[in-house]
């Protein structure tokens, strides 16, 4: 059975930090492109960060150079440091696990940025 299960969502002013993480089961994790993806309350879901097998990054515009994506073979967990945070960052943040024939989401978990 797979499992992404994502953790380190909260609650934090404009400007702080956060550091979400997602820990997968039931994948071969090292075969897999990880990323976060976040949804707004009515709005689609959106690509946020991505790291393929070979930790290749990419970034979604809006956090270049606040949101770092990285991954850890050896424990299947892939994080999203997250730094500067403004209002907009509001979402929930799904991590996504994607190869070639299989895609698998988490849960999510809640990131509010709010004074």
């Known amino acids: 059975q797979v499992q992404l299960t994502e953790s380190g969502g909260g609650l934090v002013q404009p400007g702080g930090s956060l550091r979400l993480s997602c820990q997968a089961s039931?994948?071969?994790?090292?075969?897999?492109?990880m990323g976060w993806y976040r949804q707004a309350p009515g709005k689609q879901r959106d690509l946020v960060a991505t790291?393929?097998?070979?930790?290749?990054?990419n970034y979604a515009d809006s956090v270049k150079g606040r949101f770092t994506i990285s991954r850890d073979n050896a424990k299947d967990t892939v994080s999203l440091q997250m730094n500067s945070l403004k209002p907009e960052d509001t979402a929930v943040y799904y991590c996504?696990?994607?190869?070639?024939?299989?895609?698998?989401w988490g849960q999510g978990t809640q990131v509010t940025v709010s004074s």
């Open positions: 996504n696990a994607n190869e070639a024939r299989n895609d698998f």
């Open positions: 039931g994948i071969f994790f090292r075969i897999y492109a």
């Open positions: 790291i393929t097998k070979g930790g290749n990054t």
